[in-house]
């Protein structure tokens, strides 16, 4: 059982909190590129975005276990639109994002079910485990659109790639813990993605550069300082390891939602 901090513990979350989290900063500059270029409209951008950002805490704090099974949906559709993104195909859009989301997600539960169960614990709480049995059928699904992605690979050579990915992926998820397996995804896979395909149509589309960098460097410091202010408080009553736990995935849930409209609702309607 985890029950402290452990040194891959505080690795996963120096990497979650210091190169994950940061890529969602750029969404000022998605913001520009979608049509909040004044001062007002970007204005009104920042207040919906963190009208947002509160609802989903309170929702958390009121509503845990439906706050989880929301997160996890919105974080499969997520993760696996960016990665149908990343291979420039205009064909099996659900196939591959449900393919890649499903694995990510899920694959990292089935090797660490145990540990993830106790994470989503600390997360909501005891009654979270009476959901665990049920998760073999998303397992199965899981497993269903793998072999059917394999299968679409043999029609379409840039999926081919995708293949030798996903079999890496399960490899890292099967060595690693599930903090240390969502790290490496969320920070070197899906971070990497994210910002490749958004820096080019930064640099084509948007003629204010110095506004991109510190847009991005104030939500950088904002959420960082934001972050560790919060550990501090939790950790009055909470160990060190629940308290980094609460902020970076209560903080990842808060932030996905409106990062999630703005980049897989109208970001990737205009730019795919």
Known sequence: MITDLTFLNFISFLLIFFIGLPHG???????SLVGFRNRTQFLQFIFYYLILFFLVILFW???????????????????????????????????????????????IIFFN??????IFEYLTND???????????????????????????IFEK??????????????IFYLCDPLLSFA??????????????????????????????????VFTVISWVGGLGIVYYLVQNLSIYESILKVVFVG????????????????????K
């Open 184 to 217: 490496i995804y969320f920070c070197f896979f899906h971070t990497y993605k994210h910002l490749k395909h958004l820096i080019k149509n930064i640099y084509l589309n948007l003629a204010n550069k110095k506004f991109v960098i510190y847009s991005t460097l």
């Open 127 to 153: 009654k979270v485990y009476l959901f665990q049995k049920y998760f073999f059928i998303a397992y199965f699904f899981t497993l269903l659109s793998i072999i059917y992605f394999i299968y679409l690979s």
């Open 158 to 171: 840039k999926l081919r790639n995708g293949v030798f990915e996903i079999l890496f992926l399960l490899l």
């Open 113 to 118: 079910e145990n540990e993830s169960f106790l």
């Open 61 to 107: 704090f009121h509503f845990p276990i439906a706050a989880l099974t929301i997160f996890i949906m919105m974080t499969i559709a997520h993760f696996g639109l960016c990665d149908w993104t990343n291979f420039k195909v205009n064909k099996f859009k659900y196939s591959v994002s449900f393919t890649y989301g499903m694995t990510v997600i899920f694959g």
């Open 25 to 31: 900063s750029f969404d000022g500059a998605v913001a």
């Open 252 to 271: 990842l849930a808060a932030l996905t939602l409106p990062h999630m409209l703005l980049v897989d609702v109208v970001y990737r309607r205009r730019f």
